[in-house]
C-alpha cells in the first residue's frame, strides 16, 4: 500500500506563490511516475503537472500553469514538489498528489494513477 500525504496548501493573494509537497512512504518510490492534479468546486479532477521516475527529467504541464509552476522530485526524501508562482484566482481548488506505479510514459489521465492523496485546499484571492 502506498500512502501520499499532500502539505503546503493555504490562502495567497493574486500574483503570490505557494510550494506544495507530497510525501510517498514507498521506498520504491523512484520508479513511480507522479503527477498533480487539482479539482475546483462543481468541476472534475484535472491534470496540473507530471514527472516522470528515477532522475524526473520528464515533465508534463497543463497550458494553463506552464511558466508559472515547477514540478520535482526529491527521491532520497521521498517527496514531490510543486512551486506555483504568479498565482491567479482560478488556480483555487484541492490539490492531489498521485502516484502512478506503471511503466510507461507519464500521464494526464485520472486513471492512469493508482494511488491518491487526500488533497489540500489552495486558495488564492483576488
Known amino acids: 500500500q502506498v500512502q501520499l500525504v499532500e502539505s503546503g496548501g493555504g490562502l495567497v493573494q493574486a500574483g503570490g506563490s505557494l510550494r506544495l509537497a507530497c510525501a510517498v512512504s514507498q521506498r520504491t518510490f523512484s520508479t513511480y511516475r507522479m503527477g498533480w492534479f487539482r479539482q475546483a468546486p462543481g468541476k472534475e479532477r484535472e491534470f496540473v503537472a507530471a514527472i516522470g521516475w528515477w532522475s524526473g527529467s520528464t515533465t508534463d504541464y497543463a497550458d494553463s500553469v506552464k511558466g508559472r509552476f515547477t514540478i520535482s522530485r526529491d527521491n532520497v526524501e521521498n517527496t514531490i514538489d510543486l512551486q506555483m508562482n504568479s498565482l491567479k484566482p482560478e488556480d483555487t481548488a484541492v490539490y492531489y498528489c498521485?502516484?502512478?506505479?506503471?511503466?510507461?510514459?507519464?500521464?494526464?489521465?485520472?486513471?492512469?494513477?493508482?494511488?491518491w492523496g487526500q488533497g489540500t485546499q489552495v486558495t488564492v484571492s483576488s
Open positions: 498521485a502516484a502512478d506505479l506503471g511503466d510507461g510514459r507519464i500521464s494526464r489521465l485520472v486513471r492512469d494513477y493508482d494511488y
